[in-house]
């Protein structure tokens, strides 16, 4: 069926300050610092081919 | 032909011109051009061997009235049917590709495409029912020369072919936009082109500097306003998307986004040969899909020409 593909939000990685309640079916990463954070990001989104969205809070958001 | 003793050399010519002629409209509208589909030599095959079929059915009808024998002329029927196998073989096979393409073509696109295979097949029918209408007209106002019957066949063959060529023309996305290259601007995570936001899916160092570095942007504005109905189809902007990748390839990363303030249609990509103009004309010449055109103009087709 050829419709519109909302995308979906894969995996998520956080540093400690982040306070996230619920995340769905989302992949949750909590690293230690920004350095970590970033090269975590870097980890996930090679391994699953996602495109990754830096929120303005500093969450690595990573969709397909 | 009554339908019992051997066919008589004069019928035998009539099926013969006709199904040549009907064939031979079906290979002039097989082209193999930028786009490679149908595929060659296999896909090119399928479709002759087809209109060959459908072109004899059309030869065959008019020797089948001629001797009274009505029933047969049912078996037109059976070549409607088999056109529209033809629609459906096509959409099928062109779904099962889907996955196999850097980017899907769409349903909008894959049914137009079907839908022209059908209607080609149509040209070979009425190609070769019309040849072997006049030969045996010719024939019953009695001119016996047989070459000035087949010239006379081959010649409104020719012009029902033509005419049918014109009015099955389809107009392309170039007939109602201008296409322009786009300036390519990232700006963190976000992409933007010639100012307009397209993306903030570059969340990486490495695809922003790809993007920066190789990617290829093109803006369509609409040449009237309600060409946007057609132009921010999405079924169309697929059926564009699709054109251009799989023209030049796509090394990761491919976008299209409206811009509702301006009208304008934006295209990036990160293509594998990074050719501008190529890509220009690509874009220029992907048809407008027959399920979405909605406003008169695009509609319009001439018989007589553009």
């Known amino acids: 069926m050829d419709t519109k593909k909302s995308p979906s939000i894969i995996a998520a990685i956080t540093l400690p300050h982040h306070n996230v309640p619920h995340s769905g079916l989302a992949f949750m990463i909590e690293a230690n610092n920004e350095e970590e954070q970033y090269t975590l990001m870097q980890d996930v989104a090679k391994a699953l081919k996602a495109d990754v969205v830096k929120l303005s809070n500093g969450i690595f958001i990573l969709i397909s | 032909m009554d339908g019992k003793g051997l066919i008589s050399i004069d019928d035998l010519i009539l099926i013969i011109i006709a199904t040549i002629m009907g064939t031979l409209a079906r290979y002039l509208t097989l082209k193999v051009d930028y786009r490679q589909y149908p595929s060659h030599p296999n896909g090119y095959l399928i479709h002759l061997v087809l209109a060959f079929i459908a072109a004899g059915i059309g030869a065959v009808a008019i020797p089948a009235i001629k001797s009274s024998n009505y029933t047969a002329v049912t078996f037109l029927a059976l070549a409607i049917q088999n056109f529209r196998d033809v629609r459906k073989t096509e959409r099928e096979s062109l779904k099962d590709l889907e996955n196999t393409e850097f980017t899907p073509r769409g349903e909008a696109y894959i049914d137009g495409i079907a839908k022209t295979f059908e209607a ?32 006379a066949g081959i010649a409104i063959g020719y012009i029902m072919y033509v005419a049918l060529s014109r009015f099955s023309k389809g107009k392309t996305v170039g007939d109602i936009a201008a296409i322009k290259p786009g300036q390519i601007d990232v700006r963190g995570s976000e992409l933007y082109v010639d100012g307009i936001f397209v993306s903030n899916t570059l969340g990486t160092e490495n695809a922003q500097k790809m993007v920066r570095a190789q990617g290829m942007a093109l803006v369509i504005e609409p040449n009237e306003d309600h060409y946007r109905v057609t132009l921010d189809n999405f079924g169309q902007r697929k059926a564009i ?66």
Not at chain 2, 124 to 130: E, K, P, Q, R
Not at chain 2, 248 to 254: F, M, P, Q, S
Not at chain 2, 263 to 269: D, F, N
């Open chain 2, 241 to 306: 998307l699709f054109e251009a990748t799989r023209s030049l390839g796509v090394k990761r990363y491919h976008y299209t986004r409206k811009d509702y303030e301006s009208g304008k249609t934006i295209i990036v990509l990160v293509p594998l040969i990074r050719d501008k103009d190529k890509l220009i004309n690509i874009v220029r010449h992907t048809p407008l899909l027959e399920s979405v055109k909605k406003s008169p103009e695009v509609i319009k087709s001439s018989i007589l020409g553009d």
């Open chain 2, 120 to 151: 080609r097949n149509y040209f070979s029918l009425l190609v070769s029912l019309s040849t072997a209408a006049t030969i045996e007209f010719v024939r019953g106002i009695g001119v016996n020369n047989l070459a000035i019957q087949v010239v």
